[in-house]
Structure formats: structure tokens, C-alpha cells
């Protein structure tokens, strides 16, 4: 198997360029890949040398950076030597398998499609993220920000990008597909899930009806698809909540000496659930319908979130994830072939 050449956005994320490059070195020389740090090479190079090594990464210098605040397309045609384009390009002419950002979400999705492209016969791309459930379980929700607006036809292309996604990625069996909406009758919801309601009860997926956002944690199915616009409501009122419970946890350990007593008792396995529920673990999210591997990670990533991207990215070139989108694409059932010319690298959400 040929070493997966993976190119990190070194200038990408709110904590850019230390904790990209703090990463990078946790994974060189453990992950298997050849990689390669794109940006200000001046700025690489200085955290580089104050960790008193340079070796098993290569640099490749974009003077641009995209900052947060940007017009994703405007920043992405204005600014060519961004970091983002440069690596996005780079996938593009066969020089790296994979692309990793903690940068501009909506930037990094209108570069991607510039550059890129869509998957042929996958209408919009849509962002899929791996949220944890009960008992272990893992379910994948998209779109997670990539489309704020959706027809029912783009619904039911997740669908099948999200479940063909699960097979190869995580070897599900006929993943479970849920749909997000108000209520598990099938009558319940807006127009637009009453539609996608009736496509995936005709199609061939495993398709277990509609699901409510109490049900995600339960774990109840593998994949649950939803607008961009919803999925990236659930995916940040989750991380607050679970910010706010293991707030509020600590203040109750540390209020009288019991309680002190009892948490170091517990400490090992209050960590344990921490790890478990934190977005640094699961690698970011997978810009899934684009012809090339992209993940983006969040904003806030840490050197840690940084190495699971990196991680992530590696096993989806080793597993032929986007080989199995291109298939999606060509054997997606004709009722999902309209509108696969629609959809435009302005319609993405930002981070």
C-alpha cells in the first residue's frame, strides 16, 4: 500500500500556525503518511525549529491567508496563493492524496468545488460528521454546514453518500438511515422532509424512518440526513451542552471535600466519557460529493483534534472513500440524478 500524501493547512484555525503544526508532529513518523505543511513558510519553519526538529514533513509556502471573517469565494478568487487553494490545488494535480484545513469552512467548500469539483451525478456536497452515541455507538449526520438551503433531491444524496460512507469506513452492514425531523410519524415535519420522507421509503437503503434530535445520542441509526443549516444547529448545541455538563461537573466536584474525594474516585472514567464526547477525537468533518478527500476540522482545533484529522483523511485515502462517492454517483438511482447540476460554492455555511 502506497504512503498516503496528506496536505496540512498549517495557517488554518483560531490557534494557526502552532497548534497545526503541533499536530502535524504528533502524527509524523506514527501515522504512516508523507506530509506536508502549506502557509507562510517562514512561520511554519519558526514553530518547527522551536520543537528543535524539522524532519519526516515538508513545507510548501502560500503567502495568503484566509481569515474567518472572509467572503468564502470572494476570499478564495481574490487570494490564489492562500493556503487553501494552494493545498486544495495541489490535491488537484495528483501531488497530494488528501487535504486537512481548520480554516474557513465556507472558503475551504468554495475552494474545493472551484478546484476540485463535485463527485459526477452528486448534485452538492455535503459535510458529514461522526457524532457519539450510547454504548459505543457512532452515527454520521449530513449535511452538517455545507447547505444552508436544500431540495429534497440533495437529502437523499446524503442518504446514500452517508450510508455507502459507513460501510467502507467503519464496515456497517446495511447502515440504518434516519431523517431528522419533529416527529417519527411519517407525517410530521416541513415540506421538505415530508418529501425526502417518501424518496427514501421508495429507494433501496435501510432506511428506518424519521428520527427526532432526542433519539441522535440513542444511537438509533448510523446515518441521520438533514439540511446544512440544521445539521450545524444540532452539531453546535451539542458541543455547548456537553461543554456546560462537564462545566458544571467540575464545579460540583470541587465544592466540598466529599465531593473532591468522590471525583478522584471517579476521575479515570469521567475522562474516559470526556475523550469520548469530545469533537477533538473524531477528526474534524469530511466534505463528502467533492472529487478529492478534504476534512475540515473545527475553528478551535488543538494540536490533538489536528493529528485525528490527519487521521482521519489517512484512513479515508486507505479505505478508497472517495472511490466509493464516484460509485455513489454513477449507481445513485435516477430519482436522485435531478438537480446534480445545482448548488453553487456560495450556498456553504460558515464555521
Not at 58 to 85: Q, W, Y
Not at 149 to 154: F, Y
Not at 267 to 281: N, P
Not at 318 to 345: D, F, S, W, Y
Request: hydrophobic content about 45%.
Amino acid at each position: 500500500m502506497t504512503t498516503p500524501r496528506i496536505v496540512l493547512d498549517a495557517m488554518g484555525g483560531d490557534n494557526a500556525p502552532g497548534e497545526p503544526v503541533a499536530g502535524a508532529l504528533m502524527a509524523a513518523g506514527v501515522l504512516g503518511v508523507e506530509l506536508i505543511l502549506v502557509g507562510r513558510r517562514e512561520a511554519i519553519e519558526a514553530e518547527l525549529r522551536g520543537t528543535g526538529t524539522i524532519r519526516d514533513v515538508r513545507v510548501v509556502d502560500a503567502p495568503d491567508v484566509i481569515e474567518m471573517e472572509e467572503h468564502p469565494t470572494e476570499a478564495v478568487r481574490s487570494k490564489p496563493k492562500s493556503s487553501i487553494v494552494v493545498g486544495l490545488e495541489m490535491v488537484k494535480r495528483g501531488e497530494a492524496d488528501a487535504f486537512v484545513t481548520a480554516g474557513n469552512t465556507g472558503a475551504t467548500m468554495a475552494g474545493a468545488l472551484l478546484t476540485l469539483g463535485r463527485v459526477r451525478g452528486i448534485g452538492r456536497p455535503a459535510l458529514a460528521t461522526i457524532f457519539p452515541a450510547a454504548d459505543g455507538k457512532l452515527t454520521m449526520l449530513l449535511d452538517v454546514g455545507a447547505n444552508a438551503d436544500c431540495r429534497p433531491v440533495h437529502l437523499f444524496q446524503f442518504a446514500h453518500m452517508g450510508a455507502a460512507y459507513m460501510e467502507r469506513m467503519f464496515g456497517v452492514a446495511r447502515p440504518r438511515v434516519g431523517l431528522l425531523s419533529i416527529g417519527e410519524e411519517e407525517s410530521k415535519g416541513n415540506q421538505l422532509t415530508l418529501e425526502v420522507h417518501q424518496m427514501l421509503r421508495g429507494s433501496r437503503l435501510n432506511f428506518i424512518g424519521n428520527v427526532e434530535g432526542k433519539d441522535l445520542p440513542k444511537g438509533m441509526a448510523d446515518v441521520v440526513v438533514m439540511d446544512g443549516f440544521t445539521g450545524n444547529v444540532v452539531l453546535k448545541t451539542a458541543e455547548g451542552i456537553a461543554e456546560l455538563l462537564f462545566g458544571e461537573l467540575r464545579k460540583a466536584v470541587e465544592l466540598t471535600p466529599w465531593n473532591k474525594a468522590a471525583g478522584l474516585i471517579l476521575m479515570s472514567e469521567l475522562r474516559k466519557v470526556k475523550r469520548r464526547l469530545d469533537y477533538a477525537e473524531y477528526g474534524g468533518a469530511q466534505l463528502v460529493g467533492v472529487d478529492g478527500i478534504v476534512v475540515i476540522g473545527h475553528g478551535r482545533s488543538n494540536a490533538r483534534a489536528i493529528y485525528n484529522a490527519l487521521k482521519a483523511a489517512r484512513d479515508a485515502v486507505h479505505n478508497g472513500v472517495l472511490e466509493t462517492m464516484r460509485a455513489v454517483g454513477k449507481e445513485i438511482p435516477a430519482r436522485g440524478q435531478g438537480g446534480a447540476g445545482e448548488g453553487a460554492a456560495g450556498d456553504s455555511g460558515e464555521d
